[in-house]
């Protein structure tokens, strides 16, 4: 995730009012995988008669073998959820992650019918919401670790909002990037501000755990904040908690900022990130740079990783359509499928 108040050095799309085409080659809605308990498996498969020995195995196939996609909703600039959730289940992916900033300053702002006609859309066109993210985006007055108590309990106050809202929508992930409201003040030290942090988010994972929703930290490289940089560093302060709705995000952008591969980070990192941002070091789609996502696909299968891999982008220039078909035809092609869904159904 970029920095918060730097969104307006994001290269963005020219605005269409054009209708977005129905995209080619992508999979039928019928053979789309979503999450279902720690598995994956194909909408429409009928699992009701897989009561023989080794049908758990089969489970346990599509789920090694089967990534779920998704994407960020605002790649898609200024077109309404609905038409951005019809083209992202007919390109292929599995769900979406919603930007709030793209509805309203505040969720707060959005009451709860809009939150169930959001939740219904996404169901009707066939793809999951997989969460929310840019989750500071365009509020005010809010600052993890900031010196003053009022505005910690302030925005440890809206943390608890966002849990609801993911929830209301049907989401299970929330990812706190926003090194801008996180950087150290003046006066303010490291462990001062992990302290802060700690004290911020403490009743918002109670929350989660009560809405099964996770929130997920993510460590940012150096040009961005100075508070949490490294996957090592976001462990630790997970860790505090001893919870399962508080773990952290990888993000490939971020991790091409440290000093050790890739593959290496998820090793090490496993099993305290709940999910991947799928991106490029130059701020583009994954595909469109040099990053080379094989291994990462690799490490992410050995260690039993089965979220969502999310594409996040920065860079807006190719536009909505080809950033998104692109990018799914490149993560199919590196992470691979060496069984059909349909051999394993069988």
């Not at 269409?16 to 995209?23: D, E, K, L, T, V």
């Not at 509805?103 to 066109?125: C, F």
């Not at 840019?134 to 505005?151: A, D, Q």
């Not at 807006?316 to 159904?345: D, H, V």
């Amino acid at each position: 995730m970029l920095g918060d108040a730097s969104v307006d050095a994001r290269v963005k799309p020219a605005r269409s009012r054009r209708r977005p085409p129905r995209p080619t080659g992508g999979r039928d809605r019928a053979q789309r995988s979503v999450l279902l308990g720690p598995c994956i498996v194909s909408h429409g498969a009928d699992t009701r008669g897989w009561t023989k020995p080794g049908d758990e195995t089969r489970l346990i196939l599509t789920r090694v073998l089967t990534m779920p996609f998704a994407i960020c909703n605002e790649i898609f600039g200024d077109w309404p959820i609905e038409t951005a959730f019809r083209f992202a289940a007919q390109t292929g992916y599995d769900a979406i992650e919603i930007a709030p900033f793209t509805l309203a300053n505040h969720v707060t702002d959005v009451p709860a019918a809009r939150r169930g006609e959001i939740r219904d859309a996404a169901a009707r066109a066939g793809i999951a919401i997989a969460g929310i993210h840019w989750v500071l985006l365009k509020t005010e007055g809010m600052h993890l670790t900031h010196s003053e108590r009022p505005v910690r309990e302030r925005t440890a106050r809206y943390f608890i909002d966002l849990v609801d809202f993911c929830a209301d929508l049907g989401g299970h992930i929330i990812v706190v990037g926003s090194p801008k409201q996180r950087s150290l003040l003046p006066g303010v030290s490291f462990e001062q501000a992990r302290e802060s942090a700690v004290e911020v988010f403490r009743d918002a994972v109670r929350r989660g755990e009560e809405r099964e929703v996770t929130i997920c930290f993510e460590p940012l490289a150096p040009a961005e904040t100075d508070f949490i940089n490294t996957a090592a560093e976001a462990v630790s302060l997970v860790q505090r908690f001893e919870s399962p709705r508080f773990k952290i995000i990888l993000d490939v952008k971020a991790m091409c900022s440290e000093a050790r591969p890739i593959p290496d980070i998820i090793r090490e990192a496993w099993p305290h990130f709940a999910h991947f941002h799928a991106n490029d070091r130059n701020l583009k789609g994954p595909g469109f740079g040099d990053v080379d996502f094989r291994p990462i696909a690799a490490a992410l299968r050995e260690v039993g990783y089965a979220g969502y891999v999310s594409v996040e982008v920065f860079d807006f220039t190719e536009g909505p359509e080809a950033i998104a078909t692109r990018s799914l035809a490149y993560l199919r092609q590196a992470f691979g499928n060496p069984y059909s869904e349909a051999r394993l159904a069988q």
